[in-house]
T-cell receptor, first 114, second 115 residues
Framework: AQKVTQAQTEISVVEKEDVTLDCVYETRDTTYYLFWYKQPPSGELVFLIRRNSFDEQNEISGRYSWNFQKSTSSFNFTITASQVVDSAVYFCALSEYNTDKLIFGTGTRLQVFP | DTGVSQDPRHKITKRGQNVTFRCDPISEHNRLYWYRQTLGQGPEFLTYFQNEAQLEKSRLLSDRFSAERPKGSFSTLEIQRTEQGDSAMYLC?????????????FGQGTRLTVV
C-alpha cells in the first residue's frame, strides 16, 4: 500500500531562520511521482514541485530546496531564510505513475513569526 | 482561464438534505479529480475522470455520493441524504494526461457544513 508520513505536525520559527519539513513515503511501485503542495489559510492547494522516481537530483528554486533520497524513501523540503508569507500547511504527496491520483500526508503547519 | 473554479465556496445544509457542488477545470485539462479534506488531515482521493469517463472511485465514496462529468468539461459532485460526517472541504483538481503529463492544479474548494 502507498503511504506518506509527515511526522512534524507543527513547526514554529522566527523570520529568517531556515526550516526543513520532513516527508517519508512507502510504495511498491518502481515508477512514481513525489510532490509538495502549500495550503495557505485561503484553502487552495498550491503546487510547489513534482519529482519522478528516476530523478534523484536535488532541486533549488529561490529560497526553496528539495532533497530526494530513494535509499531512505524521503523527500524533504527546506525553506531558507523563512518569511511570514511562508506560513501555511505544507503537504507532501505521492502518486502512481499512470493515474496521477495523489496520496497525501497529514501535513505540517509552519508558522513563521516576525 | 485563471485556474480551477469551484462553486459554491461554502455550503451549510441540514442533515438529510441533498447538496451538489460544481467544478470547472482548466479548459485544456482532460483529467478531473475530487478529494475530500477534513480538519487537520490531508486531502483524500474520492474519484477521477478522464474526459467524461469515471475511471476510479474510492471506497470512501459511498452510494450517497455521485459524480458526473457529462461532456468532459465541468463536473458535479452530489451528496444525497447528507450526514454530519460529510462535513469537510471538497476539493477539485485537474490535470492534462498525454504525451507530457502536467501536475494537478487545485481549486479553492467547497466547504460543506452539515448541521
Amino acid at each position: 500500500a502507498q503511504k506518506v508520513t509527515q511526522a512534524q505536525t507543527e513547526i514554529s520559527v522566527v523570520e529568517k531562520e531556515d526550516v526543513t519539513l520532513d516527508c517519508v513515503y512507502e510504495t511498491r511501485d518502481t515508477t512514481y511521482y513525489l510532490f509538495w503542495y502549500k495550503q495557505p489559510p485561503s484553502g487552495e492547494l498550491v503546487f510547489l514541485i513534482r519529482r519522478n522516481s528516476f530523478d534523484e537530483q536535488n532541486e533549488i528554486s529561490g529560497r526553496y530546496s528539495w532533497n530526494f533520497q530513494k535509499s531512505t524513501s524521503s523527500f524533504n523540503f527546506t525553506i531558507t531564510a523563512s518569511q511570514v508569507v511562508d506560513s501555511a500547511v505544507y503537504f507532501c504527496a505521492l502518486s502512481e505513475y499512470n493515474t496521477d491520483k495523489l496520496i497525501f500526508g497529514t501535513g505540517t503547519r509552519l508558522q513563521v513569526f516576525p | 482561464d485563471t485556474g480551477v473554479s469551484q462553486d459554491p465556496r461554502h455550503k451549510i445544509t441540514k442533515r438529510g438534505q441533498n447538496v451538489t457542488f460544481r467544478c470547472d477545470p482548466i479548459s485544456e485539462h482532460n483529467r478531473l479529480y475530487w478529494y475530500r479534506q477534513t480538519l487537520g488531515q490531508g486531502p483524500e482521493f474520492l474519484t477521477y475522470f478522464q474526459n467524461e469517463a469515471q475511471l476510479e472511485k474510492s471506497r470512501l465514496l459511498s452510494d450517497r455520493f455521485s459524480a458526473e462529468r457529462p461532456k468532459g468539461s465541468f463536473s458535479t459532485l452530489e451528496i444525497q441524504r447528507t450526514e454530519q460526517g460529510d462535513s469537510a472541504m471538497y476539493l477539485c483538481a485537474s490535470s492534462f494526461a498525454g504525451a507530457r503529463n502536467t501536475e494537478a492544479f487545485f481549486g479553492q474548494g467547497t466547504r460543506l457544513t452539515v448541521v
